[in-house]
């Protein structure tokens, strides 16, 4: 164990988390927002990296590609916001037939491929792991950085808007909403298009990075996603009031996760036993306000 | 106003569950009537208030607003017309959202939401106005998130957003039930201000005969799914609650329960 080896990890770590944070900000806004659990996000990242890697493969500049992944995310995040409101299904079954149904279709669109190699050597991509340690503006962390930076302002403008907080309020009270004039189907679906553009937005950025698009890049993805919220407000939530912050939070949160992970691979855990560890850890965050109130809150007077 | 025709609700038809709620109610609200509603659990006084607002589409009947036709239209664009506030203190706000937002989100009732910036300075300064008559002290706290207020003060910051936009038509659903008497009383207090100045119509739930009787200019009675009885202008003024269950008795052909009307 050297602890060398462990520094060097780290930029790329850093790296990661951004592009990780991303999609977290995603899951932010269908979770924490719209107040539902939304597991499209498995599937539309690996729909955000096959679209961007086939098209850039195809010759398209990397922008055009990347815009076009967005797009492709938000129409996964339509066809589970249809499925929700305008079919009644409810909302986790929704993302879950999503999820699947995009299986095939990320297959389809690589070619009937589960891996499609981008490499950085034959394409110019706008960031690749391989610059996670050079010094300059090559280095991932620097176009990671203003992408986080005109997405949270973009989101921060966005839900300051009349139409952001008509989505707000449908995330807070439906029936008040209703009350209000709000359509709230309306605004369920378009968050859910929102956020898995956002998502396949990350997909796009990954398969850059990482070198390659995988059908299966998107495994386990809502639980990274929820550990990046949830860890970003453990550690942020007291200080970090502003919405631009509690965004920045859970990019922070994200990052933080995947510093762990080099932590804990450096100390010796399989890479197998990480999806293990990471539904563990998510598992008892979600359980710990409700054991807080169970059983940690002060009971005044009878039951 | 208003104008109920003949609607009629059930509930889970074919079911174990089904319940009808209405049977058959006609009811016409003039411009201005201020008109409470009373009768025993089950009755239909929400279900009625419900089927108003578009929660739940009717099996029967027609309901019009201001003379137009809204049977059809889905709840959220009722809303327009309406102004709602609920029994629970919860249902009328965004716990998560702060005072000035609400009142922004009601301010925009009815008109269409675009990319403009949710809430402007001057609405502020209007806003900060308007909570100032309340007496709360909130138009001092307008960045609080309402999830810190009190029952009655969300109560009283939801009467507000219900009339912000005036509403062709207030409906509220027995909105000082789950207050304590004295901030009950508070809230009724305002609501009748509120009603006389703007001179709005309402249907105003309450499960408390007296109150019924001291406010408004009109009282309707419901029973099983109906209104049974309708007393208005100098009648209802020379109503006492001994009035009232006789005629509830001779309506509903039955003998009063005390216990199902919650008598206070």
């Not at chain 1, 055009?64 to 079919?87: E, S």
């Amino acid at each position: 164990m050297q602890i060398v080896k462990l520094f060097n990890a780290m930029p790329g770590a850093v790296a990661q988390g951004m592009i990780w944070g991303l999609l977290a900000i995603g899951v932010y806004i269908t979770y924490r927002i719209l107040e539902v659990s939304d597991l499209t996000v498995d599937g539309s990242i690996a729909t955000g990296g096959a679209v961007a890697a086939m098209l850039i493969i195809n010759g398209w500049s990397v922008w055009a590609a990347l815009l076009a992944a967005f797009v492709a995310g938000m129409l996964a995040g339509l066809v589970t916001g249809l499925f929700h409101t305008f079919c009644g299904i409810p909302a986790i079954l929704s993302g879950i037939l999503t999820q699947l149904a995009l299986y095939s279709v990320n297959l389809r669109i690589m070619g009937n491929k589960a891996n499609v190699a981008l490499s950085v050597n034959k394409y110019s991509l706008l960031l690749s792991s391989r610059n996670a340690r050079a010094i300059g503006l090559q280095n991932p962390i620097v176009i990671l950085v203003l992408f986080v930076a005109a997405l949270i302002l973009l989101l921060y403008w966005f839900f300051g808007t009349e139409l952001g907080c008509s989505l707000r309020a449908t995330g807070a009270n439906r029936n008040m909403a209703r009350a209000q004039g709000i359509n709230t189907n309306t605004n369920t679906v378009l968050g859910l298009m929102i956020s898995n553009g956002i998502v396949a937005l990350a997909g796009a950025l990954l398969a850059q990075y990482q070198g390659f698009s995988d059908v299966g890049m998107g495994r386990g993805a809502i639980v990274i996603g929820l550990a990046a919220v949830i860890i970003g407000e453990v550690v942020l939530g007291k200080v970090f009031r502003n919405f631009g912050l509690k965004l920045l939070a859970v990019v922070i949160g994200a990052i933080l996760y995947y510093l762990v992970i080099q932590v804990v691979l450096w100390l010796g855990l399989n890479t197998n036993d990480l999806k293990l560890l990471t539904a563990l850890v998510v598992a008892m965050f979600l359980a710990t306000p409700y054991w807080r109130a169970k059983y940690f809150s002060k009971k005044k007077g009878g039951v | 106003m208003l104008k109920i025709n003949h609607i009629a609700k059930t509930f889970n038809p074919g079911l174990i569950t089904e319940k009808t709620a209405l049977v058959d109610v006609q009811l016409h609200l003039n411009p201005g009537d201020f008109t409470t509603v009373i009768g025993g659990n089950g009755a239909g006084k929400s279900t009625m208030l419900n089927a108003v607002a578009g929660v739940f589409p009717v099996d029967k009947g027609t309901i019009e607003i201001g003379g137009e036709n809204v049977t059809n239209l889905p709840e959220f664009k009722r809303a327009q017309y309406l102004g709602r506030v609920f029994q629970d203190p919860m249902t009328g706000t965004a716990a998560t959202m702060n005072i000035e937002e609400n009142m922004a989100l009601a301010m925009r009732r009815g008109q269409r939401r675009g990319l403009k910036w949710g809430i402007s300075n001057m609405e502020r300064e209007m806003y900060r106005e308007q909570l100032r008559k309340l007496d709360l002290g909130l138009e001092d706290r307008m960045a609080s998130k309402v999830g810190l207020l009190s029952g009655g003060q969300r109560q009283a910051l939801t009467l507000l957003m219900a009339t912000l936009r005036t509403p062709k038509l207030l409906l509220l659903d027995e909105h000082t039930a789950a207050l304590d008497p004295k901030t009950a009383a508070k809230v009724l207090e305002l609501s009748d201000k509120i009603i006389r100045e703007q001179k709005l119509t309402a249907l105003m739930i309450t499960h408390n005969m007296q109150d019924a009787i001291d406010y408004g200019n009109r009282l309707i009675m419901m029973h099983e799914g109906r209104v049974v009885v309708d007393v208005e202008g100098e009648e209802k003024k020379k109503l006492t609650r001994a009035d009232l269950m006789g005629l509830f008795e001779k309506a509903a052909g039955q003998q009063l329960n005390s216990d199902k009307l919650l008598l206070s």
